[in-house]
Every structure is written in C-alpha cells, then in structure tokens.
C-alpha cells in the first residue's frame, strides 16, 4: 500500500513538473487530486529533496569521468616511456659525470678502507686507483652502465693526505666528457701574453694587471688567485675587506734596546698568529682544511739598499711547516703591467696592478740591514716598518690542484667555485 501511494506521488509531481516552467508546484493541482489524500507535507518535501539528490549524483558522475580521462593520459605517458627505454635497449637515462665522480670517490674510499696499507703515509703525499681496479673489485659499476653505449671512459681517484686527513679527487676521460680541474680552467680561461690575466713564468703561472678575472670563492669566502705554483697547487689571498691587524714580532731587541721586535720569521709572534688562526678555523673552515697543501714560504731578507726587483733573492730561505701564510715582497710587485716598476720602492709599481685596491699588510720578509724592520705593503707600494708596529695580515694559502672546477668565471661576480 506504501509502494503504491508512493509511486502515485512520484508520477504526480513528475506530471506537475512538466506543466510548469519553475521548481514550484502549485498547491492547488496537488490539493484537488483525490489520489493524494493522505499525503503529508513532510512527505511531498521529502520527494522533491531526492530529486534534487539525483540532479548531486549526476555531478559526481562528471567529476569522475574527468578522473578517469586524467589517469588515462597519465597510463599512455607511462606506457610511451616504456617503449621509449625498450627502443633504448632497455637502458633508463645516463648517470650525470658528476653522479659517477661521486661514485668513483665512494668506491675508492671503500676500497681502501679494504686495502688501508696501500694509503698514502707521509702528509701531502699521494696515491690513486684506477676505475678498472675498482670496477674489477665491484667497488663501481661498469661504466657500459652508466653511460651511453657509444661513449667509452675511463679514470682514476687520486687520494691526498693532508694533515692526517685523506681527501679523494676523481678523475675521468671520456669521449665526450672529461674532469676539469681548477688549475686547468683558470689556464683556458684566462693565459695570455699581453694585457691582464695569467703570464707563465719559470716557476709556474701568475695573474698580472688591474682587472684580472681571478676571483674564487673557497670555504664560503672570497679569494684572488696569485697564481698556479709550480706543483699545480693553486695560491690564493683572502679577498674580503674584514682582517685583524697584529704585530710582526714586539720581543726585546738587543740591537735597538727596545721592544721593537725581532725579524726572524722562524721565531716570530707572526707565525704564532697564523698557525693559530689555521687551528682556530678562522678564515678556513674545517671540513675544507684538509684541501690546503703546504707550500715554501720563501721568508728570505732584503738590503734595503739593494732594491732591483729582478735581483731580489725571496727563497735563500724558506719555511715550510704551515698551511696558511702573507704575501712575499715580489707577490704584491710583480702584478703591475707598468714598464716603470723596476724597483722595490717605485710607485709606479702602483699602477695596472690589482694589489692597488687589496691592503696587504706584512710580508714574509724582512729586512738585512736591520733586526727590527720588517718589509710591509698598502696598496700596491713596499715599505717597510719596525716589526713592533701593527699592520694588517691578510692569509695566504695553496690549495690542493686536483680539486674539481664546479662553475663560474673568475670574474667578481661570478667566481669560480669548486666540485664538492
């Protein structure tokens, strides 16, 4: 009896809806049906609600219509794919170079974490594996895995010790890639024979003029490039404008008969301060220490008398015990492209010369006729100062020439950066 009155409501209002141009049903066509007798408000409301139900329904089929129309495009993306890897001979996309750097480096730790006699014992001294010998020992893929089948390399992991640390450097030749180390790119970019940039000399490169592209960023701080040594090891001078000033020396000094300093090198407050802010992290940090290499710092003294440039004899001393060092008297003078700066004191020196604009400070050198002076540069100039006064000490360091070149050119706005 339910179902039948029920569906007598249904086809009415079905009827009523037809015959009218809006939602609303008029009360008299539903009053004056007998059929309808019975038939509660609440009841008649009910039928139209679902209805409108049925309208939500249809919406909710068109969202779904679009959900499959989305995963349908996605599963023939998938499947293009597919066929695109099989047409590849099922190979997926080449490791980037630097991927398989990285896992040269992560072999060659594994495999000398294997075969630690062979590490290398003496500090700045250095060994290397080659990717055959790591490959053979399933240290690193094969190389038919990581790159294209029509690209053939091959390479080797050098390994540094450096002040008991070990630091990895990777290096591959492919036919179409090969490793670019710093030392390498600085020389593409910037050897020249004339105008600014980097002049071969006889003991390696060094950069010369006002406006050289030798600007690196190292440990999170800005640097200039002095130049490529000889060893391949890369000088550089802290570039930022933020150093301390200190004393050269301030002991007792028999001569003078005052504390006026003493400049012997060896013993001097100088290299107390250097090795103190190497051990501190001042200027280099500690996960990028083991990067530096140490170098001759030639601490050879001047007359003051005998001022040629070309006869200056820097390195009939040296100290080598230490990472992180100044300028030498030749550093600051060289650079200048001016025909006229033949003479230690010629303010011509000053000129063409990026130094004009760096407050170097101290040098390693000092002078022969006295036991207190000490040899000192401010823009681009040589002086030289009792060693008891203060003057600004601006790091110099040599770091490792294998270390991987990342980006940049050199410039001060786009320096150059290392690999990781």
């Not at 408000?41 to 409108?52: A, G, H, L, P």
């Not at 072999?107 to 790591?134: C, Q, R």
């Not at 000129?351 to 407050?359: D, E, H, L, P, V």
Request: charged share 25%; net charge negative.
């Amino acid at each position: 009896m339910d179902n039948e009155l029920e569906n007598n409501v249904d086809e009415k209002v079905d009827d009523v809806v037809d015959n009218t141009n809006n939602d609303e049903v008029s009360s008299n066509e539903v009053s004056n049906d007998s059929s309808l007798e019975g038939i509660s408000d609440e009841t008649f409301t009910y039928t139209i609600d679902n209805n409108n139900v049925k309208n939500d329904y249809n919406k909710d089929d068109d969202n779904k219509s679009f959900i499959y129309i989305f995963i349908g495009v996605f599963a023939l993306i998938g499947i293009i794919v597919i066929l695109v890897i099989i047409a590849n001979g099922g190979k997926s996309k080449s490791f980037e170079y630097s991927d398989i750097e990285s896992r040269m480096v992560k072999g060659a730790k594994s495999y000398f974490a294997k075969h630690e006699e062979m590490l290398p014992v003496m500090d700045d001294s250095s060994v290397s594996v080659s990717t055959d010998t790591l490959i053979s020992e399933s240290f690193l893929k094969p190389f038919s895995e990581m790159v294209d089948e029509d690209v053939s390399c091959e390479g080797y992991v050098n390994v540094f010790k450096s002040n008991d640390e070990y630091v990895y450097f990777p290096y591959m030749n492919c036919s179409d890639y090969e490793s670019m180390r710093l030392s390498n790119k600085i020389i593409d970019d910037s050897y020249v024979t004339s105008g600014d940039g980097l002049y071969q000399t006889n003991d390696g490169y060094v950069f010369r003029g006002e406006f050289p592209n030798n600007y690196v960023n190292f440990s999170d701080k800005s640097w200039r490039i002095i130049g490529i040594n000889s060893d391949g090891s890369i000088r550089l001078i802290y570039n930022d404008k933020k150093i301390e000033k200190n004393v050269w020396d301030d002991r007792y000094n028999s001569d003078k008969e005052g504390y006026v300093g003493i400049n012997d090198f060896s013993v001097s407050r100088i290299l107390m301060y250097l090795k103190e802010i190497y051990d501190n992290n001042t200027y280099v940090n500690k996960n990028n220490k083991d990067l530096l290499v140490k170098h001759d710092w030639c601490i050879g003294k001047i007359s003051e008398s005998d001022a040629s440039i070309s006869s200056l004899n820097l390195c009939s001393d040296v100290y080598s015990d230490l990472y992180i060092g100044v300028v030498k008297v030749d550093d600051v003078l060289i650079p200048s492209l001016d025909s006229n700066c033949t003479n230690l004191y010629d303010f011509e020196c000053t000129n063409y010369n990026y130094f004009f604009n760096i407050n170097t400070g101290w040098t390693l050198n000092s002078s022969s006729d006295k036991s207190y002076s000490v040899f000192s540069s401010s823009n681009g100039s040589i002086s030289f100062k009792n060693a008891s006064a203060t003057s600004y000490i601006r790091p110099v360091i040599n770091v490792n020439g294998n270390i991987l070149y990342k980006s940049g050119n050199g410039t001060s706005d786009d320096p150059y950066k290392i690999g990781d």
